[in-house]
């Protein structure tokens, strides 16, 4: 079945430094990737996609490139803020089927 | 209303009880999600509405748990003899359209559930 795994939390760092969150799947066919984020308080939301290989999602500043070849969506920003503290979620839609599966969730933590 | 709105926001039950837990959906949205998440965890898809047909319920992990959405709009997650292990946060998510690529999910604050 699919299958979703991100590094896991908490990751602190500071302000303007640089953040990656690794995410590797597993999936037959060809997935549609997602990053979705979760900040204090609120409900998950859509931060980027990428639906075939090779695109790169982009949003707020994150980056995402879909791999196929090592399966993998890693989550980039360069320079993060105090705002970005939150849970993010990397997350697959099969090729067949309608359903989203997550991965674990990864904290962020950014101190100013 | 402006997003998906979930109540009660808590629910605490007494092991055995039955609960019910309601999802408003985004006006007009014809997918509606349930997800059950642990604390620490990420969301563990339950089950799948288009309109008022439940399409996909192979997430739903006993015959205990039961959705419904009669009408194509709100629906119901109900548990029945709610157990400790039911404790977890349920989300409710609906689309625009049919196929998720297409149109982003919108989630709502979700319902925490803690039985005693």
């Known amino acids: 079945g699919n299958s979703v795994t991100q590094m896991e939390g908490p990751v602190t760092l500071s302000e303007e430094a640089f953040l990656t969150i690794n995410c590797t799947y597993t999936a037959t066919g060809y997935p549609s990737l997602f990053w979705y984020v979760q900040y204090p308080g609120e409900g998950l939301q859509l931060l980027l996609k990428a639906t075939k290989a090779d695109d790169k999602g982009s949003n707020k500043g994150f980056e995402a490139t879909y791999r196929k070849e090592t399966t993998s969506f890693h989550l980039e920003k360069g320079s993060v803020q105090v705002s970005d503290s939150a849970v993010y979620f990397c997350?697959?839609?099969?090729?067949?089927?309608?359903?989203?599966?997550f991965g674990g969730g990864t904290r962020v933590l950014v101190k100013p | 209303g402006a997003g998906v709105s979930q109540s009660p926001r808590y629910k605490v039950a007494k092991r055995g009880q039955d609960v019910a837990l309601r999802c408003d959906p985004i006006?007009?949205?014809?997918?509606l999600f349930w997800y059950q998440q642990a604390l620490g965890q990420g969301p563990e898809f339950l089950t799948y509405?288009?309109?008022?047909?439940?399409?996909?319920k192979s997430g739903l992990p006993s015959d205990r748990f039961f959705a419904e959405r009669p009408e194509g709009s709100v629906s119901t997650l109900k548990i029945q003899r709610t157990q400790q292990e039911d404790s977890a946060v349920y989300l409710c998510?609906?689309?625009?359209?049919?196929?998720?690529?297409?149109?982003?999910?919108?989630f709502g604050n979700g319902t925490r559930l803690t039985v005693t």
């Open positions: 997350a697959l839609l099969g090729a067949a089927g309608n359903k989203l599966t």
């Open positions: 998510a609906s689309g625009g359209r049919w196929r998720t690529e297409h149109s982003p999910l919108h």
């Open positions: 509405f288009q309109n008022e047909a439940q399409l996909d």
């Open positions: 006006s007009g949205h014809v997918s």
